[in-house]
């Protein structure tokens, strides 16, 4: 399975090495003592890429744990104290998913934590990391390069991806990712170091890699530029008034008492919005009673939860469609491999038992006259279904490590089984996220739902 991975972007810090190893080894300890001391900087970091350019600024206030990302292409600005975290956007804040916020979150701390000490972080990928340099000695400046015999490196840079890859994942109970297959076409990790402060200037990391990430495939392609300055004078860190709260992971406003959708709509839809109470408890009703068909396949309790805004026939459809939907699909990702009928039966009705142990809860509903849309707020706790297939990519090693004489068919047939036994088997929730979900009003007590915009809470990837 191929799973593109996310890296949380970390500047890269060398020392000086100098003619002898006692030398580098004083001085590199002069340049981690020197960053120990640092109270606030200042950094522009670049991701240069082959056809794309990324541009963040930062600012870290280390004693009082404070931290500022500015996402220029983005034009959103990330706060935090340590304890709390807000997020000032001109994206419609409700449309931000619990991934979404997760990540964020993940990466301000450890460009916190990497910023306050790049030595620190680095020595721990390479034991004797002081012997491994090339220096050039400039005006005012060091120039290191990094420069290990290439067994070294390889090391260097599968423990260090490794540590990316914990360090980035927002999934607490995740296994261990294994890098394997490294192939390091270009490589280069080069730092500027003030000869006075003992301070980075700035640092440029270029990689070139491809690689296995528990058996799938991943790459990079790209160099990273940071540019310190400010050391000690970093400019003062303000959160603005209308930065919206996502420490808990979920969007909360500062009127806890008022509909928590309200204010966003109101900054968007100004005088459109409209007090309709009676047309927002139907499409929400619609929309528990087709969550009940579709996740939980049952009925009788869309009819009943829904009372009335959905009858029997229609739920029975509902939930019939999805079950064929969701084999057909799984068929059609087969190929030209023949499966029989039975595998896939036994596959979906493993996978509706997974998500049939989820839960939610109705937040919010809020009603825009004009584009005639009810849109809910839902809590959901849902299935991690990464780590169901992750799993299953572990226990499908096992069989072939066990057995080298399975023909195409068999193995498809062995994949399907261990996969629904893995969904038959999980019965841990994730933490609870929202989802934003529109309601369109096409007619009188007549509702158009696309299902994919709540199913992605219960199904999470």
């Known amino acids: 399975m191929k799973r593109k991975m996310l890296f949380l972007c970390f500047s890269l810090l060398l020392l000086v090495a100098c003619s002898n190893e006692k030398e580098a080894d004083e001085l590199i300890e002069e340049v981690e003592e020197a960053h120990d001391d640092v109270s606030s900087v ?47 956007t001109p994206r419609d804040p409700t449309t931000l998913s619990g991934e979404e ?56 840079y599968l423990k260090y991806t490794e540590y990316m890859l914990e360090a980035m994942s927002i999934y607490d109970e995740a296994p261990k990712n294994v890098v394997s297959n490294l192939n390091l076409e270009d490589f280069s990790l080069e730092f500027s170091i003030d000869q006075e402060t003992k301070q980075i200037e700035r640092i440029e990391f270029t990689e070139d890699a491809t690689f296995l990430v528990n058996d ?48 966003a709509f109101d900054d968007v839809f ?79 009705d493993a996978f509706l038992s997974a998500i049939g142990k989820t839960s939610y809860n109705i937040i919010a509903t809020e009603y825009d006259g004009l584009d005639q849309v009810v849109v809910v707020l839902l809590e959901i706790e849902g299935i991690d279904d990464f780590l169901i297939n992750q799993q299953t990519e572990e226990d499908m090693t096992e069989v072939l490590d066990e057995n080298d004489d399975l023909s195409v068919d068999e193995l498809v047939e062995k994949n399907l089984k261990i996969l629904a036994d893995n969904y038959e088997g999980y019965d841990e929730l994730l933490e609870p996220i929202e989802m934003v979900v529109p309601i369109l009003i096409e007619g009188e007590d007549d509702f158009y739902i696309e299902p994919d915009d709540f199913l992605q809470g219960f199904v999470q990837q």
Not at 106 to 128: G, L, R, T
Not at 132 to 155: C, G, K, R, S
Not at 315 to 326: E, G, K, L, P, T
């Open 216 to 263: 799938a495939e991943n790459g990079l392609d790209r160099t990273l530029i940071y540019e310190f300055h400010n050391y000690d004078e970093a400019e003062d860190i303000e959160v603005p008034e209308d930065a919206v709260d996502i420490t808990d992971g979920i969007i909360h406003h500062e009127d806890d008492e008022s509909n928590p959708l309200e204010d």
């Open 270 to 348: 100004g005088d459109r919005l409209e007090d309709n109470p009676e047309l927002e408890e139907q499409a929400t009703l619609y929309l528990e009673g087709l969550i009940q068909a579709l996740v939980y396949q049952d009925v009788d309790k869309a009819v009943e939860v829904s009372e009335g805004a959905m009858d029997e026939e229609e739920a029975d459809m509902q939930r019939s469609f999805f079950r064929d939907v969701y084999i057909e699909n799984t068929e059609a990702n087969m190929g030209d491999v023949t499966i029989d009928e039975e595998h896939l039966e036994n596959l979906a």
């Open 101 to 156: 916020i997760a990540t964020v979150k993940k990466e301000i701390e450890h460009q916190q934590e990497f910023h306050q000490n790049p030595i620190s972080f680095y020595k721990q990928f390479d034991d004797k990391f002081a012997d491994h340099f090339e220096i050039e000695d400039e005006e005012d400046v060091w120039t290191l390069t990094y420069a290990p015999d290439q067994e070294i490196l390889d090391e260097f």
């Open 42 to 88: 200042e950094s522009i970091y670049k991701e240069v890429y082959v056809d794309e350019e990324k541009e963040f600024e930062e600012v870290f206030h280390f004693q009082e744990d404070e931290a500022k990302m500015n996402f220029k292409q983005s034009e959103s600005f990330l706060y935090t104290d340590g304890t709390n975290y807000e997020l000032d």
